[in-house]
């Protein structure tokens, strides 16, 4: 993908790793959370009273929420939206590093006559900001360099943007709508597979003895370090929260419908009394079983009395 601007191939790329994508004049636009980052700070800095787009881009920045960027955009009001007042504006501590790079960045660009590069400088100013902010960082920042290649085909940043673009609500995230397939998703892995990956929230199924430690495991010490290794690897996996589900009843298979027969388990022997400690503890209420699925009684038959009646006739 990285390597042609072909739109054929382009579109080839885009159906074989299921991106959606919209067209606009023979190009293709990759409708996703990146690219939309991208798009939001050109438009902030074609135009500074676009209090949509400057409300996406303030907060790309580390720390700087909702409440900040909207008094920042305020600040920027007062000073007749001169993006260069912005180096007065004090961002919230964690975002006080990245600031003067953003607004020395948006001042430039919007003070240049000459649209070749400025794509390219967006693009360079973003990509450690992908990394944090979007998983995959690797195959997104393809992405972007798939637009600044369509930046190419433009003379200025103002036609850019014109053919380029999208519904204002989706594209500023002014309001939240239905979440595209690309912004909200669910990753399942396994631990081996999860190695060296990193997300907010991490689910852990199973949490159980025969899991964690894995029952072919057990007979060793050594196997069981390894599997202890192992739930280590899938824990340090989660950057926000992280839930370990460690079910107590185990069902058994092949019975009716709504069967209760089941199985008691043990929480994982690695889940000691002070690993607990530092977790808060829930646990699920007991669900009653709907009444309409209850199934009816089957009728009962008679077969003695079936069976004497034959004989009497």
């Known amino acids: 993908m990285r390597k042609s601007h072909d739109s054929d191939t382009l ?39 676009n209090s949509l787009a400057g409300f996406r881009t303030l907060q790309l920045l580390p720390g700087l929420g909702p409440a900040s960027a909207e008094q920042c955009l305020n600040f920027l009001g007062k000073e007749q939206y001169l993006l ?9 501590a964690q975002a006080s590093e990245d600031w003067p790079g953003l607004v020395g960045l948006m001042a430039d660009l919007h003070d240049s ?3 070749a590069g400025q794509m390219t ?26 637009l600044e290649a369509m930046a190419t085909h433009h003379h200025s940043r103002e036609r850019f943007l014109t053919e380029l673009t999208l519904d204002p609500p989706q594209s500023s995230s002014d309001e939240s709508g239905t979440p595209l397939k690309d912004e909200d ?21 199973n949490v159980t003895d025969g899991t964690f430690p894995n029952e072919f495991s057990t007979g060793e010490p050594k196997l069981i370090e390894e599997e202890r290794r192992l739930l280590y690897v899938a824990m340090t996996r989660a950057k926000n929260d992280l839930h370990l589900v460690s079910p107590l009843k185990h069902y058994v298979t092949q019975q009716r419908r709504y069967g209760g027969k089941h199985l008691y388990g043990a929480r994982s022997r690695f889940m000691t009394d002070t690993v607990l400690g530092t977790f808060e503890t829930k646990s699920w209420p007991n669900e ?13 038959i008679d077969a ?4 004497r009646s034959m004989w009497d006739e």
């Open 304 to 307: 003695g009395a079936q069976m």
């Open 84 to 92: 260069s007042t912005l180096a007065a504006f004090k961002p919230p």
């Open 185 to 205: 998703y669910l990753i399942l892995s396994t631990v081996h597979s999860a190695k060296g990956q990193e997300w907010d929230s991490v689910f852990l199924l």
């Open 288 to 300: 009653t079983m709907p009444t309409d699925t209850i199934s009816e009684p089957v009728a009962r």
């Open 11 to 49: 579109e080839l790329e885009l159906v074989r790793r299921d991106i959606p994508y919209v067209k606009y004049g023979g190009l293709k636009f990759l409708e996703a959370a990146h690219v939309k980052d991208v798009l939001a700070l050109l438009r902030f800095i074609d135009n500074p009273r």
């Open 121 to 146: 400088r967006v693009r360079q100013w973003y990509e450690p900001q992908l990394e944090r902010l979007h998983g995959s960082a690797q195959v997104r920042a393809g992405d972007i360099e798939q």
């Open 113 to 115: 006559r000459e649209w």
